[in-house]
């Protein structure tokens, strides 16, 4: 258990849903992070934010959407959804946003957009 | 731009034996980091090693230890006396001091572990 809690699990979604992701982290950590990892690509990096403030957005496209109301607490807003978009969403967090501190991740969300 | 290339898709080790991860990065930064993560099947990813690129000497955890070969851009995991908790996928990842949160991983290597 690394102190980063994901919820669902597991999400089946058709693609005009609108669902989202839950992480919290229990670390006392001030920057949270949302990852995807699709099958045979490298763990992509998503959002970034640093004491609630989004510092990186890589390009996302909008029907993700982040929220980050606490240092505590990260969602990531699902609408309008692609078949492609179905991957694992990870969720992250470090104790400062620098490079050599060291993220600790949740257990993910396994998406499934039918 | 980081990149980081894991050439092992996958590896396979019998219990008790050693086994070495290869993962070469590109970056043209002086100050950075390398990692190596660990995926279980149960998807947690969990820091395995952590080395600091200006510090000389290869970082160990326990059975775990890299060779970094700064020169060469090298940065391989060394796993000893292999058990069958190992099994999962290996990560390497790398990150920037100084630069944007961004940690660039490789694509990963899978690990069987052989009774």
């Known amino acids: 258990e690394t102190g980063v809690t994901q919820t669902p699990r597991h999400l089946v979604m058709g693609m005009t849903n609108k669902k989202s992701l839950k992480c919290e982290q229990h670390l006392g950590h001030n920057a949270m992070y949302w990852y995807k990892q699709s099958a045979k690509k490298p763990l992509e990096l998503m959002f970034v934010y640093n004491f609630k403030e989004q510092t990186e957005n890589n390009s996302v496209p909008s029907r993700f959407s982040p929220e980050c109301p606490n240092s505590s607490h990260l969602f990531l807003h699902l609408h309008t959804l692609q078949p492609e978009d179905s991957a694992l969403y990870l969720c992250a967090s470090s104790q400062g946003g620098t490079g050599k501190t060291i993220q600790y991740f949740g257990a993910g969300t396994r998406l499934s957009v039918l | 731009a980081q990149t980081v290339t894991q050439s092992q898709p996958e590896m396979s080790v019998q219990e008790a034996e050693t086994v070495t991860l290869s993962c070469t990065y590109d970056?043209?930064?002086?100050?950075?980091?390398l990692f190596w993560y660990k995926q279980p099947p149960s998807r947690q990813m969990i820091l395995v090693i952590r080395?600091?690129?200006?510090?000389?000497q290869n970082a160990t955890e326990n059975r775990f230890s890299v060779n970094f070969q700064k020169a060469a851009k090298s940065f391989s995991l060394k796993i000893s006396d292999s058990q069958l908790g190992d099994a999962a996928m290996y990560f390497c990842a790398s990150i920037t001091q100084g630069g944007s949160e961004k940690l660039v991983f490789g694509k990963g290597t899978k690990l069987t572990v052989n009774p």
């Open positions: 080395q600091e690129a200006y510090k000389q």
């Open positions: 970056t043209s930064e002086s100050d950075y980091y």
